[in-house]
Nanobody, 123 residues
Framework: QVQLVESGGGLVQAGGSLRLSCAAS????????MGWFRQAPGKAREFQAN????????KYADSVKGRFTISRDNAKNTLYLQMNSLKPEDTAVYYC????????????????WGQGTQVTVSS
């Protein structure tokens, strides 16, 4: 089992940057495929990016490709999401998630979730 805690969210102007972190408990962080999702008010949870247990980025959502970068530091049990060129439509609660399997674009394939961190982008 793994527990996840996100941090790094906040208020930023359009065009700005934020770096989200997701700290994981437990010794087996490097066995999980990790993902980032977001959920805006009134909308479904939306896949953003995922990364293999070894640190290879696997997939980005088209809406963030070229602007967001997923990475992980297995020595620190931490997942990151570097977000650049932020837009007002990026405003959402961002969640990290862990999958014992391949971890697809579908939220139901991730077994563990953090509590989320709010990102607000002003125009």
């Amino acid at each position: 089992q793994v527990q996840l805690v996100e941090s790094g969210g906040g208020l930023v102007q359009a065009g700005g940057s934020l770096r989200l972190s997701c700290a994981a408990s437990g010794r087996t962080f490097n066995t999980y495929t990790m993902g980032w999702f977001r959920q805006a008010p009134g909308k479904a949870r939306e896949f953003q990016a995922n990364i293999s247990p070894f640190g290879t980025p696997m997939k980005y959502a088209d809406s963030v490709k070229g602007r967001f970068t997923i990475s992980r530091d297995n020595a620190k049990n931490t997942l990151y999401l570097q977000m650049n060129s932020l837009k007002p439509e990026d405003t959402a609660v961002y969640y990290c998630a862990a999958s014992l399997g391949r971890g697809s674009l579908q939220a139901h394939t991730y077994e563990y979730w953090g509590q989320g961190t709010q990102v607000t982008v002003s125009s």
